[in-house]
Nanobody, 120 residues
Framework: QVQLVESGGGLVQPGGSLRLSCAAS????????MGWYRQAPGKQREWVAT???????NYADSVKGRFTISRDNAKNTLYLQMNSLKPEDTAVYYC??????????????WGQGTQVTVSS
């Protein structure tokens, strides 16, 4: 069983920065991709950023240039560095992993989410 635990959320002022962490654990055959999604009140969950097993990153237009996704393979931890935060970034942020299980099946896993509130 794969577990993803987010941390680092909180209240920040507009223009501020925050770094989210996602600690991953569990036995898998491979970690194919990891990423971040977010869901604001009254809105659908939206994709924010993805990093592949090879380190290729992709970002939603709304966060490009402000957010940076990275992964520390040694620590098995995913990060989302968020700079120049805006009120519209307020949401619950979810860590996501697409893996190949030890039984060679594709599976997706989600963390429980961490609240990010950008407000003055």
């Amino acid at each position: 069983q794969v577990q993803l635990v987010e941390s680092g959320g909180g209240l920040v002022q507009p223009g501020g920065s925050l770094r989210l962490s996602c600690a991953a654990s569990g036995s898998v055959f491979s970690w194919n991709a990891m990423g971040w999604y977010r869901q604001a009140p009254g809105k659908q969950r939206e994709w924010v950023a993805t990093i592949s097993s090879g380190g290729t990153t992709n970002y939603a237009d709304s966060v490009k240039g402000r957010f940076t996704i990275s992964r520390d393979n040694a620590k098995n931890t995913l990060y989302l560095q968020m700079n120049s935060l805006k009120p519209e970034d307020t949401a619950v942020y979810y860590c996501y992993a697409a893996v190949t299980t030890t039984l060679l099946r594709s599976a997706d896993y989600w963390g429980q989410g961490t609240q990010v509130t950008v407000s003055s």
